[in-house]
């Protein structure tokens, strides 16, 4: 048996595949665009450049967001060599966090700063990278493609923490140290385009906001794969019982996968057991199934045999 053997492979490798060109692209454009904010020591309609680029939430948050993807290649390319993409949990969160920060970024850069410094300045020059293509780039990433792991309702917590920190320093920095005492200028106009009070009671509700429409729309791609998968597994051992493809399913993956990197696909045998008709399975017995299979000794019987050569 070879990996064309597990039906879901060939869209497998095609989500590594994207997953790792969009990944690598999103991390390149953010080295540019801080590089280029790095080497330019001075702009007439902008101060923070140079070193204290970095005191800017639009380079932090884009900084996050390299991370996080440079963090899922190794990843993605473990998947192409083997045939089965899964990202562990602290990556996907810190991921999430991430790719939420950079969000409320390209938003802040095209409702508010914008319309009151101009569209041409926001977004050119390194702002074109940093505004505009890495947050957009970044959210198609997470959305359609790094849609492996599901995110929970209490895993929104995790998108708050990066933009809650920075606005506890914005606030510090601005408001409380000031200027004039060796603080940073209202360069976002948070404090002084409108009253503190405003942006203090609306930081957390939008980005709970932007981080639930995140959730909605990667979790959407995440089951429609999951749903992809099972159908093809049905379609491949049709008139089988959910016992013998669940079985399939762990002996296709033991041929090419070690015993080290196995993942047990429970979404998929979810949706098994939702699209039997009433399967006299639970996901947990279909769990502990797929991990026997894959666990146990020997060659493979004659079942597998019989479902390949009917494919022939």
């Not at 884009?62 to 190794?74: D, F, H, R, Y």
């Amino acid at each position: 048996m070879n990996k064309m053997s597990d039906p879901t492979f060939r869209a497998t490798m095609t989500q590594c595949m994207m997953a790792l060109v969009s990944t690598a692209t999103v991390a390149i454009c953010v080295c540019v665009g801080v590089t280029m904010n790095l080497v330019k020591v001075f702009d007439v309609n902008f101060d923070h450049m140079g070193i204290r680029t970095f005191c800017m939430f639009t380079v932090n948050s884009n900084i996050l967001t390299g991370l996080s993807m440079l963090m899922a290649l190794p990843y993605t390319i473990d998947g192409l060599r083997t045939g089965h993409y899964h990202l562990p949990n602290w990556v996907v969160k810190f991921m999430f966090s991430a790719v939420t920060a950079v969000a409320l970024t390209f938003l802040v850069s095209l409702f508010i700063l914008a319309p009151a410094k101009g569209f041409v300045l926001i977004f050119t020059g390194s702002r074109f990278f940093l505004h505009g293509v890495c947050p957009i780039l970044a959210i198609l990433t997470f959305v359609l493609f790094v849609c492996d792991h599901y995110v929970t309702q209490k895993e929104i917590i995790w998108a708050l923490i990066p933009v809650l920190l920075y606005a506890v320093v914005y606030f510090m920095m601005v408001v409380v140290i000031g200027p004039d005492n060796g603080g940073w200028d209202d360069f976002y106009g948070f404090a002084t385009r409108i009253p503190v009070w405003i942006s203090i009671i609306m930081i957390t509700p939008v980005t709970v906001g932007i981080a639930t429409l995140l959730r909605l729309g990667h979790n959407h791609y995440c089951m429609r794969r999951r749903k992809k998968d099972a159908e093809l597994y049905q379609q491949t051992c049709g008139k089988y019982a959910i016992r013998d493809i669940v079985r399939y399913m762990a002996r296709a993956r033991r041929k090419f996968t070690n015993t080290a990197d196995i993942v047990i696909p429970a979404r998929t045998i979810w949706h098994l057991i939702e699209n039997s008709g009433g399967a006299d399975m639970t996901l947990k017995e279909g769990s502990k199934l797929y991990l026997n299979t894959f666990l146990e000794d020997g060659t493979v019987t004659e079942q597998i045999d019989v479902i390949e050569s009917e494919q022939v």
